[in-house]
């Protein structure tokens, strides 16, 4: 199955690089429909790039916090040297809204 999502522009690059393993969002009723071997087309909201990626798995947890403590930072998109802080999500979703759906991991492999 095909499901279309945004994406802000620099999570679609690393994503589209191979940097960044884990896309991360709410566990909401769009986000439950997504199965293992299902495909992700993501949109830039930037520029409007289309990118199909694979969904390899998928792994949901209560918050944030508990998703930022089971990848390594680098399968969320961070670099060496940066501090991954789950609060850096909380500019895109609200604690409470974390708290009514979960939040979910799905680990992406762009189709080349």
Same mark, same amino acid.
Not at 84 to 92: E, F, I, Q, R, S
């Given at each position: #199955?095909?499901?279309k #999502?945004s994406?802000?522009?620099? %999570?679609?690059v %690393? @994503?589209? &690089?191979?940097?960044?393993?884990?896309?991360m969002?709410?566990?909401?009723g769009?986000r439950q429909a997504?199965r293992?071997?299902?495909t992700?087309?993501f949109?830039d @909201?930037q520029?409007g790039e +289309? #990118?199909s &990626?694979?969904?390899?798995s @998928?792994h949901?947890?209560p918050t944030?916090?508990? +998703?930022?403590a089971?990848?390594?930072?680098n399968?969320?998109?961070y670099?060496e040297?940066?501090? &991954?802080?789950?609060?850096? #999500?909380l500019?895109?979703?609200d *604690?409470k809204? *974390?708290?009514?759906?979960g939040?979910?991991g799905? @680990?992406v492999t762009p189709? *080349?």
């Amino acid at each position: #199955m095909e499901h279309k #999502m945004s994406i802000v522009h620099n %999570s679609f690059v %690393s @994503i589209k &690089a191979g940097n960044k393993k884990v896309y991360m969002r709410l566990y909401d009723g769009k986000r439950q429909a997504v199965r293992p071997n299902d495909t992700i087309v993501f949109k830039d @909201i930037q520029n409007g790039e +289309l #990118m199909s &990626a694979n969904v390899e798995s @998928i792994h949901i947890f209560p918050t944030f916090n508990e +998703l930022y403590a089971y990848f390594p930072k680098n399968e969320l998109g961070y670099g060496e040297h940066e501090s &991954a802080n789950p609060t850096d #999500m909380l500019a895109y979703f609200d *604690q409470k809204d *974390q708290v009514r759906h979960g939040v979910v991991g799905f @680990i992406v492999t762009p189709v *080349q």
